[in-house]
Structure formats: C-alpha cells, structure tokens
C-alpha cells in the first residue's frame, strides 16, 4: 500500500520550500548545535526525526538536492502482508534488508556503547522459570486477557510509542496503527511521530494513547492535550527520561541522514500543527502531572522509570500508571535492564496502579516473567518497526500475533492457566537480583 505521503511533490514545489527555510535554516542549526553543548539539544523522544536541521545530505546543496528528493523517493517499504515470525531475534536481518540503511541504524541502534540495549535482553535470564506441574491445564484453558486502566485487552501485548515511522514505512504511522486495531491491542501514538495525531487516529478504530512531550510554550501543549483528547485518545503518557540527544554512533556516523522531506507532523504548520519541537520542558517535576489530569480529565502514564522512590512520588502526584522503561536504551547508556528496575518497583507499588514493563520482550517467556514480577502489561517496541518494514500493517500483526501465541505456550509450560495465576512464585531468581525474595516479596 502506498502513503498519502508518498514523495511526489514537484521539483518546484520542493525548491519553494527550501528557499522558504533557507534563512530559518541556520538559526536553527545554531539553536541545535548550542542547545546540544548543553546535553539538552535533541530532545530525542525515543525514535526521533530531524527535518531541516543538521542534514548535510540536504543542506549541502539545496537546488540539486531538492531535484534528486523530488524525483526519488527515500526507498521506504510499501508493503502490506503478513510475515512468517520465527522469532522476533529472526526478524533483525531481514528487516535491514527491507528498511533504508540510514532508517535501520536509527531504529536498531541505541545510546553509547549500547549496554543498556543488550542488557534489557539479558536481564530476562535472571528471572527462571519455576514451572508448576499437574495443574490439569489444558490449550483452552488458558486465558491471556488483562485490564489496563478502562481497556480491556485480549492480550497484555501492546505497541511502544515510537516516533518517526516514516524512516521505515512510507505509510508510517498510519500503518502501525491499523496493525494495532489488526491485532486487537493497544497503540500508544508518539509525540514524536511524522503523521499528525489526528491522521493516526482516523487510520484505527482501536484503542489509543498519547505520548506527550511536554513544550515549553505552555500553549503547545495545551493545543497538543487538546488536540489528542479531542481525536480520541484515552489517556496521557508523559516520558520523563527522553531529555537528551539520544541517537545511536552509527547514525551520527553517517551523518544523522533523517528523511528531509518528513517532519513532525503534530508541529507541522502546513499540517494544521504549531510550536516548536524542540522546545521541550526538560525541567519536569510532579506539578506536571497534576496538570496534565486537571486540563485533560484523562489518566496519565509516567513512563521512564527505574527507580521505586520515584514510582511512589509519582503516584502521589496522581499518575494513574507507570512505565518501567530505558527507552529501549536510546537515552542513557549504563542505566539498568527495565526487567531488572522491575521487582522493587512492583513492590513498593503494590498493585496500586498498573505497571507496563518495556525493553528487551521478544518472547512469551519474557511476558510470563514480566508479569510474575509484577507488571500488568508489556510494550514493544523495535520488532514492531521490524515487522513494519517488512509487511506493513499486517506484519505489525504478525509480531503480535506471534507473542501472544508464543505467551499461551509459555503460560502452559509454566503451569499458569491465566496472568493473575503468575506471580513470584513461578520465578526462580539468579544472580545479583537473588537477594529480592521472590517468595515473601
């Protein structure tokens, strides 16, 4: 299937475009590189777009690289099947064949050295499994259906919120979200993303959230609050961990080649979007929250969190849920594995809130633990995008599909007929996290 966004403006049209903002161009390029020095300049909201800024590609020269933009498209993927899923580990390689180089870096990579990325994965070896046995379970009986805040799921399987689509689909966003309703789940729509927050809604029927990047201009994020309340989404998700620059070294190697002809759609002008992007609130605190409930009405996610004296400040301050995450690594390099963050911070939560766990889930074993340790839902993140590339909306349906059928095996190997069955008891934990007692919390 083909994007309404598919390149084909004229090479006028394009060449139009530059010129208008060639003079705002190296303002901008001076904002970013000053507010970088800082630590604060992109403020990378996971999977991020940088159009017009720090674009050598498209900045070197202008005329020539508006005609070669306008006669060739970015080569993003166009289709729309199913996949055959293995595994999602599988899914890497052949993802890099589909998905554009430059678009492939962005989203595979992470921050610094990557230890947080690999870590997220490896932190799940930790956690064993202490299967019960005889437990009379059948295929039937198992039942995967959770609640999470007013939704009830089929699954406890839901999709990250990531920006940028476009770098890896040419239908973008529009098509993850369809592949949400496909599937049943949850799609949690990206502050960052390159269609609008209005075209993503009117592509699914199903449910939907909106990941918020708090503006400095108080009256962007009032328009932003209200724009998504207004298209239908359900609640709130307020990152607190995406304040930096955030792209991965073989990205930056290559010279940071965003697409220059995506921006972000919610911020776009020529899409009815206003404010800056860039503009973000790094000085968030708890007031924050309480103003976001109080404009809305809606619930609010936190998500960013490792740490459990912060999920009980928060919680205080009237989040209605929290989100375990590192940002998939993408932030800060040398943090811990989201699964290894989660035992504490389930504790001290107490079933008080649901807890969504993201970072490293890439089989049904890794929900069975997610969920014995005490989170309610997981989010996934790249191999959506990996399922994107590859088959569109149905194969953003395919990975689903994939983890919930692999999740019912491991719920019957486990001995656990349905997620509330699953707590500490099913765990046999190892290593460093061996002091949490699995077994009197």
């Not at 299937?1 to 530059?18: A, G, H, W």
């Not at 390689?93 to 870096?105: C, H, L, R």
Request: glycine fraction near 10%; aromatic fraction near 6%.
């Amino acid at each position: 299937m083909t994007s309404s966004y598919q390149l084909d403006t004229s090479v006028e049209e394009v060449e139009s475009t530059t010129a208008e903002v060639s003079e705002k161009e190296t303002l901008s390029r001076r904002k970013f590189l000053s507010a970088a020095g800082l630590g604060l300049g992109v403020a990378s909201v996971g999977l991020s777009t940088l159009p017009f800024v720090s674009t050598p590609a498209f900045a070197a020269d202008k005329s020539t690289n508006a005609k070669k933009v306008a006669k060739t498209s970015y080569g993003a993927s166009t289709a729309d099947k199913k996949i055959q899923v293995v595994s999602l580990e599988r899914l890497e390689e052949p993802a890099s064949k589909v998905i554009p180089k430059a678009g492939f870096a962005f989203v595979s990579g992470a921050a610094g050295g990557e230890w947080t990325m690999h870590e997220n994965r490896r932190a799940f070896d930790d956690y064993r499994i202490a299967a019960k046995r005889l437990v009379g379970l059948s295929w039937n009986d198992i039942d995967t259906s959770t609640k999470l805040l007013d939704l009830d799921l089929a699954s406890p399987v839901i999709i990250a919120p990531m920006g940028a689509h476009a770098m890896v689909h040419e239908s973008g966003e529009q098509m993850t979200a369809k592949g949400a309703e496909l599937a049943n789940t949850l799609y949690c729509s990206s502050g960052a993303s390159n269609a609008t927050l209005e075209q993503i809604a009117k592509s699914t029927k199903g449910p939907k959230w909106f990941q918020l990047y708090y503006n400095n201009d108080e009256e962007v994020t009032k328009s932003l609050l209200t724009r998504a309340k207004n298209a239908g989404y359900t609640a709130i998700i307020l990152t607190a961990d995406a304040l930096g620059p955030g792209q991965p070294e073989n990205f930056i190697a290559m010279g940071s080649p965003f697409r220059p002809d995506r921006s972000f759609g919610n911020h776009d002008p020529k899409m009815g979007g206003s404010g800056d992007f860039f503009n973000q609130k790094t000085a968030l605190t708890t007031k924050d929250i309480q103003f976001i409930k109080e404009f809305t009405g809606l619930p609010v996610i936190v998500k960013g969190i490792l740490r459990p004296d912060d999920a009980e400040k928060f919680i205080q301050a009237g989040a209605d849920a929290i989100q375990v995450s590192n940002h998939g690594g993408r932030q800060i390099d040398g943090v811990p594995a989201s699964m290894t963050a989660l035992p504490a911070i389930a504790k001290i939560v107490n079933k008080r809130v649901p807890i969504i766990l993201d970072g490293g889930v890439r089989r049904g074993i890794d929900i069975v633990r997610a969920i014995a340790m005490g989170a309610t839902a997981v989010a996934v993140g790249r191999p959506i995008l990996y399922g994107l590339g590859l088959g569109g909306s149905q194969g953003v349906k395919s990975v689903i599909d994939f983890l919930n059928k692999d999740l019912v095996a491991a719920m019957i190997l486990s001995g656990a007929g349905k997620l509330s069955d699953l707590d500490p008891s099913y765990i046999d934990i190892v290593g460093e996290n061996a002091k949490y007692d699995v077994y009197n919390g």
